[in-house]
């Protein structure tokens, strides 16, 4: 069913907590923790708990809580610091984008200067 734990997948996983993660964040629909392989100084992952494959699709499905992912996103920038200095939050969608693990994820970037376009 559309939104149920998916077996194979790693954020699942980390939610569940089968799968150890540094957790900065727990609400009722969302999930908080630190990337294993940061690309800036403070780069957290906010995903909903409920499984869906993509940012859009989570959206399309459950707007309320592509909602929650968002303002997650905006009170870990307050929480470290970043929303004196800037912020990106991104959602790669797609294998052609970069994106590796299909439960919707935002990634909290922030801590250096970051180039625009991002490349
Ligand atoms: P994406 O490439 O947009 O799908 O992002 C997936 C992110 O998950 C990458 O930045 C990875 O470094 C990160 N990642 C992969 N495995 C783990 C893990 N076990 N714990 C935390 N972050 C992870
Ligand atoms: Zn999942």
Known sequence: MAGEPQADCLFCKIVSGDVPATVVHESDTTYAFRDINPQAPTHVLVVPKAHY???????????????????????????????????RIVFNT??????????????????????????
């Open 53 to 87: 494959p993509d940012a859009a699709s989570l959206a399309a499905a459950e707007p309320a809580f592509a909602a929650d992912v968002l303002r997650v996103a905006g009170e870990i920038a307050t929480a470290e610091g970043l929303d004196s200095t800037g912020f």
């Open 94 to 119: 797609g294998a052609g984008a970069g994106q590796t693990v299909f439960h919707a994820h935002a990634h909290v970037l922030g801590g250096r200067g970051l180039q625009w376009p991002p490349g």
